[in-house]
């Protein structure tokens, strides 16, 4: 997992573990590796097409903003379960929402607005097909 998210740097790799051992000074989990690197979860998606209410988008939204999760960290995630699991269409209309998503990044005064105009995005898009 951190050899795939330093993409092949093993020095960045050894840098990772013994930065995150010294923080903890405990054995190191799967978890707190996740949250460090801030690796969004492959589960994420699926959670977010099992929702009934808009509700349930806007409290993840909320409690994804408030844990620190990076939005280039989700739009990443996006893209890469997108072309796993969507169909062309589905595709076609997420794409457009990531690429404004990505512009909005650096001037935005309230991050976890686009947060969820992600999810609800993929809410909107997908539910109903995957």
Not at 34 to 43: F, G, K, M, N
Not at 50 to 73: D, P
Not at 88 to 104: N, V
Not at 125 to 130: E, G, L, R, V
């Amino acid at each position: 997992m951190v050899y795939d998210n330093k993409h092949g740097d093993l020095r960045a790799c050894l840098t990772i573990l013994q930065s995150v051992y010294h923080m903890l000074r405990e054995p190191i989990t799967t978890e707190v590796l996740q949250e460090h690197l801030q690796i969004v979860p492959d589960t994420l998606w699926q959670t977010i097409l099992s929702f009934k209410q808009h509700r349930q988008c806007v409290k993840l939204a909320n409690e994804w903003y408030e844990s620190g999760y990076s939005l280039r960290a989700m739009l990443m995630s996006l893209v890469k379960w997108s072309l796993e699991n969507c169909t062309d269409t589905q595709i076609y209309i997420l794409a457009p929402m990531m690429s404004r998503i990505e512009k909005q990044m650096c001037i935005c005064n309230n991050p976890v607005l686009l947060l969820l105009e992600i999810i609800v995005t993929v809410w909107d898009a997908c539910k109903t097909n995957i």
